[in-house]
């Protein structure tokens, strides 16, 4: 999961702003309520090499932040490490 993309594309589309006191308090408020009210999954992950949203994932068993989706995990070449597809 790519949580600093994540992160900053939810804070786009929400016209989230951090650039003074004021308005990060009132962004980090927002997003408070967005995570406590949200009925979304909250953790979406997305592939490395192709960049879309994986439903069915494979992740790197050494590397920190590496997931492929299935179309990529299958197409050649592969990732130099292990890949472990997780249970949800």
């Given at each position: 999961m790519d949580?600093?993309?994540?992160?900053?594309?939810?804070a786009c589309d929400k016209?989230?702003?951090?650039?003074?006191?004021?308005r990060a308090k009132f962004s980090t408020m927002g997003l408070l309520?967005?995570?406590?009210?949200?009925?979304?999954?909250?953790?979406?992950y997305s592939c490395n090499t192709c960049r879309q949203q994986c439903d069915i994932r494979y992740h790197c068993?050494?590397?920190e932040d590496?997931?492929?989706?299935e179309k990529c995990y299958n197409m050649k070449p592969k990732h130099e490490h292990n890949m472990e597809r997780p249970i949800s």
């Open positions: 949580t600093g993309n994540v992160f900053l594309s939810f016209n989230y702003e951090f650039s003074s006191l004021r309520y967005e995570l406590h009210t949200s009925t979304t999954e909250k953790f979406i068993t050494i590397c590496f997931d492929l989706c």
